[in-house]
């Protein structure tokens, strides 16, 4: 390219030479400045060849770099996405349980059926806002006065482990985790206890506190060994570590 570049030059250059007037072609030192010229001009060339080629290096780089960014936000994306599939696969469970016969309410630790009439009522009412009428912000506000009516409420873990969903969706996710972490530490009986931690660890890695996040994972694996909520966290802390 460059030698081509070099004749097209030369042959301008020799046809403008020859062209001159007689007087110039006899000056010795026309030859010396055309050979100047030339140079000057290959060195112009050379360096417009080089930046071209330091331009499409950065070029490159930036979008591999752009690449490298995008594929970590389709990750990340992905990630959301399968929480939120699983907190709808959570809600659908919940409804079939609901539509089976004998079924009394989804969720609910042995100890419910010795709350008082008004209390049961209370989170029966909230319960249903979620569950029937699909109305999940007015459920949240159930939700937390149940809590502060009933602080000791034998359905106090559900109470708070719904709230944490209803938050979650509501992608309050800083507020859900601390409902996930109440019902993990608070209630460590409580059959939502396992599900608890592998939620408070999912939105804690979304946070970015990646130490946490595994930490929480290994208490599912070894408080809850072959659970449902085990065998989600597994996978989760093999990539985190």
Do not use: C
Not at 38 to 59: C, G, K, P, V, Y
Not at 162 to 170: D, K, R, V
Not at 228 to 238: D, F, G, I, N, Y
């Amino acid at each position: 390219m460059k030698t081509a570049i070099s004749v097209a030059v030369l042959f301008t250059a020799v046809t403008a030479y020859a062209a001159a007037p007689v007087t110039d072609a006899r000056n010795s030192g026309n030859k010396g400045d055309l050979e100047t010229r030339l140079s000057t001009l290959e060195r112009m060339i050379d360096a417009r060849n080089q930046m071209q080629f330091d331009i499409q290096q950065q070029l490159n780089q930036l979008q591999s770099e752009m690449n490298s960014l995008t594929g970590s936000m389709e990750r990340q994306n992905h990630k959301i996405e399968q929480i939120q599939t699983r907190q709808r696969e959570l809600y659908q469970e919940i409804d079939n349980k609901l539509s089976q016969p004998a079924v009394v309410e989804p969720a609910v630790d042995a100890t419910e059926n010795a709350a008082p009439v008004n209390e049961k009522s209370a989170y029966e009412e909230a319960v249903k806002l979620v569950l029937q009428d699909k109305q999940y912000d007015q459920a949240i506000v159930a939700f937390q006065g149940f809590i502060s009516t009933y602080p000791d409420s034998s359905y106090g873990a559900n109470a708070h482990y719904w709230l944490g969903q209803l938050l979650f969706n509501a992608e309050q996710r800083e507020a859900a985790k601390k409902e996930f972490d109440i019902v993990a530490n608070k209630y460590p009986d409580s059959n939502k206890r396992g599900e608890a931690l592998l939620k408070s660890g999912i939105i804690a890695e979304y946070l970015g506190n990646k130490a946490e996040a595994i930490s929480l994972y290994e208490q599912v694996l070894t408080d809850y060994p072959g659970s449902s909520s085990a065998k989600l966290a597994e996978p989760r802390v093999s990539a985190l570590k």
